[in-house]
């Protein structure tokens, strides 16, 4: 998949360009659906699969908010894409001239003469433009000015309930991840770096990989059952996920915000790598021990509890 980001860097003459668009928050079962049918689309026509996103995802540009709102960070959108078969992920700035754009301009200059789209597909409630005046309805009378054809994808459901990055963002909040995955089609996904830590989980036997943290929805503070895959490393892994203030040995918890997993049999340096975390099930909250004994006891019952858990579930 090729990667561009920023609008002025796309510049190849891409053929038959089956353009999906959307913000893609999560790359839930409905997003899915709508870039299978744009992968589709250029398989049939000998054309080029193209995913149109924004850096900044336009809510929070348009609210101009600090809070934690995405799914996914970059990476693992585009770990997500990939999957999917994109040949071409666009990430446009979402600038303030962009947000000026009318839904007629929107479709003219960016849609028609920069991506030179022939095929469009966006989702049942898409908005487009300043304002976001455009509609869904609104684009394909104007896509059909330029002789652009426009695929509207109706909503995708789950027991009777339309899923939506708003809903999936709910129940990640609440740590509901067994529901979080059946809507996304996937476990939650925790993607980044391995950094350092304070070095104390090797000395008390469990060793945890600190994850560097994004501006992005995390669980509540917990431990979680997961599986996680290495950079370089093919297996797929067991672990336990520990997301909070690790109070037990730190004073000052204000300052302290952590996300790390204790790889289950794994023994292997892997600072400066990148992992991936799939969360599958909330445990437990994080506790204040008053001992380090204390501590250690309640790992080793949360490991025998996964592992416990594990095990029912193979032979079901
Ligand atoms: C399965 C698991 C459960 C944990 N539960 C708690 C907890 O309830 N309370 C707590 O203060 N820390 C908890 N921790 C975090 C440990 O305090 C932390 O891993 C340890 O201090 C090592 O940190 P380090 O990687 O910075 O060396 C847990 C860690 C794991 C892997
Ligand atoms: N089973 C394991 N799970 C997680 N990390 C492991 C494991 N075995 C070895 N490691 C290594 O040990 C490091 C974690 O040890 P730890 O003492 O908790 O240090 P830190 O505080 O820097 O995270 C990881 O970053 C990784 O390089």
Redesign the pocket.
């Given at each position: 998949m090729e990667i561009i980001i920023g609008l002025e860097n796309y510049k190849k003459d891409y053929k038959n360009v089956c353009l999906a668009l959307g913000t893609f928050d999560g790359i839930h079962k409905g997003h899915k659906k709508l870039i299978k049918s744009s992968v589709e689309c250029a398989k049939k026509n000998n054309g080029t699969a193209v995913v149109m996103t924004f850096s900044e995802h336009p809510k929070k540009v348009f609210h101009n908010e600090n809070r934690r709102i995405l799914i996914n960070n970059e990476k693992e959108k585009i770990h997500l894409l990939k999957k999917i078969g994109v040949d071409v992920l666009v990430i446009a700035h979402f600038t303030e001239e962009f947000k000026k754009l009318t839904p007629y301009e929107f479709v003219s200059e960016i849609i028609y003469t920069k991506l030179k789209a022939k095929h469009l597909f966006a989702g049942f409630n898409y908005t487009f433009g300043a304002k976001r005046a455009g509609k869904a309805e609104d684009l394909i009378q104007m896509a059909k000015d330029f002789n652009i054809k426009t695929t509207i994808i109706k909503p995708v459901t789950i027991d009777n309930t339309i899923i939506s990055s708003t809903l999936i963002r709910e129940l990640i909040e609440k740590g509901e991840m067994e529901l979080a995955e059946k809507y996304l089609g996937y476990p939650f996904l925790i993607m980044g770096e391995?950094i350092?830590?304070?070095?104390?989980?090797?000395?008390i036997g469990f060793?945890?990989?600190?994850i560097k943290t994004y501006n992005k929805i995390y669980p509540p503070n917990g431990i979680y059952g997961v599986e996680v895959i290495v950079e370089g490393d093919n297996n797929i892994y067991d672990g336990l996920l520990n997301i909070g203030h690790n109070p037990t040995v730190n004073e000052n918890i204000e300052n302290e915000y952590h996300i790390?997993?204790?790889?289950l049999n794994?023994?292997?340096?892997?600072?400066g790598k990148e992992i991936m975390v799939k969360v599958k099930k909330y445990l437990r909250e994080e506790k204040k021990f008053d001992t380090m004994e204390e501590l250690i006891e309640a790992i080793k019952n949360d490991i025998i509890i996964w592992e416990n858990h594990l095990k029912v579930k193979e032979n079901e």
């Open positions: 391995v350092h830590g304070k070095k104390i989980g090797r000395k060793p945890t990989a600190n790390e997993v204790h790889i794994f023994d292997k340096e892997i600072y």
